[in-house]
């Protein structure tokens, strides 16, 4: 089982409508959930950072957290062709040695 | 300049050449990552060094070497690599280890694309 699994995709949505990511783990000990953006050829960059269940909002972007589940989400709402890029879910549990990142989800956004 | 930056930015190098791969944080951040980065693969986790200790070493083979002379700057020394270790490598720091709430945020640099022939 992977210890933290993204759908690959490509998930494509029309411009203006929602985007939703998805990211689940497989260690209910950890704490911190990240999401990054990284457009092809670019480095990751932060896009949302959550440490406890429920909603964080930051402007179009809100990440959803659920530790009973064991999953987080992403929302981009009103999509832009430049959200256009892969997400990755980063998760760390126990500490430095369990920095885990998922193989990243590649979003469309269709004009 | 600002952030984490990398150089070079592209690499090629034979399979008998020795490189080093140079990352420099300018966030005065306390820890600081070398991940890999290959095709259709999850980034993975290389080394960590917090305040210019080494923590974790995740399984590494040995022509990788990590050297971080203070909190500011890392290395990474490469020596007898083989084709499959070409890849991104990437560079991060965060102000505190990883697992701290809040602090841990981990920031990338823009990456070195090493081709080894």
């Known amino acids: 089982q992977k210890e933290v699994e993204q759908n690959s995709g490509p998930l494509s949505v029309p411009e203006g409508a929602i985007a939703s990511l998805n990211c689940t783990y497989s260690?209910?000990?950890?704490?911190?959930f990240f999401w990054y953006r990284q457009y092809s050829g670019k480095s990751p960059e932060l896009i949302m950072s959550?440490?406890?269940?429920g909603d964080k909002e930051d402007g179009r972007f809100t990440a959803q957290l659920n530790k009973a589940s064991q999953y987080v989400s992403l929302l981009i709402r009103d999509s832009q062709p430049s959200d256009s890029a892969t997400y990755l879910c980063?998760?760390?549990?126990?500490?430095?040695?369990?920095?885990?990142f998922g193989t990243g989800t590649k979003l469309q956004v269709i004009p | 300049e600002t952030g984490v930056t990398q150089t070079p930015r592209h690499l090629v190098m034979g399979m008998t050449n020795k490189k080093s791969l140079k990352c420099e944080q300018h966030?005065?951040?306390?820890?600081m990552y070398w991940y890999k980065q290959s095709a259709k693969k999850p980034l993975e986790l290389m080394f960590v060094?917090?305040?210019?200790?080494?923590?974790e070493n995740n399984s590494v083979p040995s022509r990788f070497s990590p050297e971080c002379p203070n909190s500011s700057h890392l290395f990474l020394h490469l020596h007898t690599l083989q084709p499959e270790d070409s890849a991104l490598y990437l560079c991060?720091?965060?102000?505190?280890?990883?697992?701290?709430?809040?602090?841990?945020?981990?920031?990338f640099g823009p990456g070195t694309r090493l081709t080894v022939l």
């Open positions: 980063a998760v760390i549990s126990g500490g430095y040695q369990k920095v885990t």
């Open positions: 991060a720091s965060s102000q505190v280890l990883a697992g701290a709430s809040g602090t841990d945020t981990q920031y």
């Open positions: 060094y917090s305040l210019e200790e080494r923590v």
């Open positions: 959550i440490y406890s269940n």
């Open positions: 966030l005065g951040h306390n820890a």
């Open positions: 260690d209910r000990g950890s704490q911190s």
